[in-house]
């Protein structure tokens, strides 16, 4: 069963082989949809045809958004710790050791439907692709359940056993519980590993072990780096060959010139900064040294509880010097090479079909008219989210 959309008013496809600039752009534009995956897109005038059509009145369609960095399996909520922040008490991460204890007192069930609340909640915003990390059990069975029920409901799977040193354990103990038996149990369920390397966390020696355990357990690293200070976690991310540093809020010259000569992607998280009342990253300052940027929400209950990718979008043109097209590209595009995936974040015969029809004639407006709602329609894998 095929489907055309036709009447497009700008399509963004991210291939520049197909349109104007990095986005790709086309204007009346169609694409075509068969099963999961784009079958064709380009000019109108060309569009093949198909066994139903759906009328896009004109409005702006873009690849569904790519969340590549979320902290979805978890117990409770914590207003109180972010009223208190907006009242003057910095973010430590300290407040990681609460949602644990919550965790792990909940049920499988609870998670699970904790989970799927968030991934749809996510779905219906226009966010296609999720990428969810384990990091609130810090136990082996804790840590194994966060895995196995995020692999049931997201399209990526990241170990960060290494989140916080758990209460009442040395942290020398931890590193080897997390290496060893932890890192067994759970890397059947996950393509990634990751470490909050920061002062409050995991340091560089630490980091290292870790990452060195996952890459022999067949893992690749992703890092929480340089978030709360300045640090050696962009240099470790890019010397393990990371797909992906993230936060990158505090960085010096050489992390910046460490990135722009590597694949490892500054994946940029502007709702933190929004929610902790820290300092943004400079995205124009990676941008013109070279480094590949992605936007991502880091969703979790602590450090940012939102799951819109287009305030994201938003805080990233306003906040941190991004053009609306630099921003656009870095939360579909630049998610996608951030979780080293070439079906998605893109609009071209073959990729697969996540598609969102803005609820306006350009890209421009996610970041022209924030906080509005700007979905008028999604596919996710040629599935209809919202219609
Ligand atoms: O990415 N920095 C570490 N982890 C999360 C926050 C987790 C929490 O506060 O619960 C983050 O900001
Ligand atoms: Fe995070």
């Avoid at 040395?170 to 890192?183: G, I």
């Avoid at 340089?226 to 010259?253: I, K, R």
């Avoid at 921003?327 to 090479?337: D, F, H, I, K």
């Amino acid at each position: 069963m095929s489907t055309v959309i036709r009447n497009i008013g700008e399509l963004v496809t991210n291939d520049p082989a197909l349109g104007a600039g990095p986005l790709g752009l086309v204007s009346d534009a169609a694409l075509v949809i068969d099963g999961d995956r784009v079958a064709w897109a380009g000019p109108a005038a060309a569009a093949p045809a198909a066994d139903a059509a759906y009328d896009a009145a004109g409005r702006a369609v873009l690849p569904g958004f790519v969340d590549s960095h979320a902290h979805l399996v978890f117990a409770g909520e914590r207003a109180a710790e972010f009223a208190a922040r907006m009242s003057g008490r910095p973010y430590t991460g300290g407040g990681i050791r609460t949602t644990v204890e919550r965790t792990r007192a909940a049920s499988d069930e609870e998670l699970r439907a904790n989970l799927a609340r968030l991934v749809a909640e996510m779905a219906g915003q226009g966010t296609t692709t999720v990428e969810c990390k384990s990091g609130y059990g810090l136990t082996v069975a804790d840590e194994e359940r966060a895995v196995r029920i995020a692999a049931e409901l997201a399209d990526e799977v990241t170990f960060l056993g290494a989140h916080i040193v758990p209460a009442g354990m040395e942290a020398a103990d931890y590193v080897a519980l997390v290496t060893t038996d932890m890192l067994a149990a759970c890397a059947p369920h996950a393509r990634w590993i990751d470490v909050f390397c920061e002062h409050v966390a995991f340091d560089a020696e630490q980091t290292r072990d870790i990452l060195s355990a996952g890459i022999r357990a067949g893992l690749t690293p992703r890092l929480h780096a340089n978030q709360l200070g300045p640090g050696p976690g962009v240099q470790l991310a890019v010397a393990h060959g990371a797909a992906s540093a993230d936060h990158c809020t505090f960085l010096s010259a050489a992390d910046v010139d460490a990135l722009a000569g590597s694949d490892t992607v500054a994946t940029l998280l502007p709702g933190v900064e929004f929610s902790t009342r820290q300092p943004y990253p400079d995205a124009r300052r990676l941008l013109d040294a070279g480094a590949t940027v992605a936007i991502a929400t880091d969703c979790n209950p602590g450090s940012c509880y939102t799951s819109s990718m287009a305030f994201c979008v938003a805080l990233a043109v306003r906040e941190m010097r991004m053009t609306p097209a630099e921003a656009v590209w870095a939360a579909t595009a630049g998610g996608a090479r951030a979780l080293r995936r070439d079906d998605v974040g893109r609009l071209a015969a073959g990729a697969r079909a996540d598609v969102l029809v803005l609820e306006a004639p350009s890209h421009i407006h996610l970041a022209y008219r924030p906080g509005v709602p700007h979905v008028a329609a999604v596919w996710k894998a040629g599935a209809p989210v919202v219609t």
